[in-house]
């Protein structure tokens, strides 16, 4: 059996527009703030991953993040997984 978290990270992202648009526009653009939530499952020097849904050999959905990008990391919750 395994223990995991669940976890709230506070995130920047890159911003971007696809287009034309002036070139003034491109100058107002701010990285977006992202708040993403899930179960850690990795945690290297360089980057953080979250899933949405785990089995007991399998994960679904996951979104890994690098650090340099996570604002706070909170952890919301543990759980058990496994026999």
Not at 24 to 45: D, F, M, N, Q, W
Request: charged residues 25%; aromatic residues 6%; hydrophobic residues 35%.
């Amino acid at each position: 059996m395994r223990t995991y978290k669940i976890v709230k990270i506070d995130w920047d992202d890159s911003a971007m527009h696809g287009g034309w648009r002036p070139e003034s526009h491109a100058r107002e653009y701010s990285p977006g703030k992202c708040v993403s939530g899930g179960i850690l499952v990795r945690t290297k020097p360089g980057s953080v991953g979250v899933t949405h849904s785990i089995g007991e050999s399998a994960v679904c959905d996951t979104i890994v993040i690098p650090r340099k990008a996570i604002r706070s990391i909170e952890v919301l919750s543990t759980f058990k997984v496994g026999k």
